[in-house]
């Protein structure tokens, strides 16, 4: 059963930035973030395929970046000039190879989420 576990939440003023890491239990070929405020719809925020293909919504084009080290089973999102409506939950997602053109927000596997809170 894979595991993902986030880290690097927390609570930034408007323009700060923060970076959230996922540990995976094993390698995943797709990983990505989706992220959840109180009252509001899952968002998908970015995607990584394999460790090059990355995808983002546009709210976040330009402020956020996805990257993953294989070699530690990690993902990374380093998110910059962050704004208040930034202020959610963030999960990380993984997927298996074959259903890597699935919606992030479908994801299969799904860590607890950290949150970020920007003010």
């Known amino acids: 059963h894979v595991q993902l576990v986030e880290s690097g939440g927390g609570s930034v003023q408007a323009g700060g930035a923060l970076r959230l890491s996922c540990a995976s239990s094993?390698?995943?070929?797709?990983m990505g973030w989706f992220r959840q405020a109180p009252g509001k719809e899952r968002e998908g925020v970015a995607s990584?395929?394999?460790?090059?293909?990355?995808n983002y919504a546009d709210s976040v084009k330009g402020r956020f970046a996805i990257s993953k080290d294989n070699a530690k089973d990690t993902l990374y999102l380093q998110m910059n000039s962050l704004k208040p409506d930034d202020t959610a939950v963030y999960y990380c997602?993984?997927?298996?190879?074959?259903?890597?053109?699935?919606?992030?927000?479908?994801?299969?596997?799904r860590g607890r989420g950290t949150q970020v809170t920007v003010s």
């Open positions: 990584i395929n394999g460790h090059v293909a990355t």
């Open positions: 094993e390698y995943m070929h797709c």
């Open positions: 997602v993984a997927e298996r190879p074959t259903d890597c053109y699935r919606e992030v927000v479908t994801f299969r596997y």
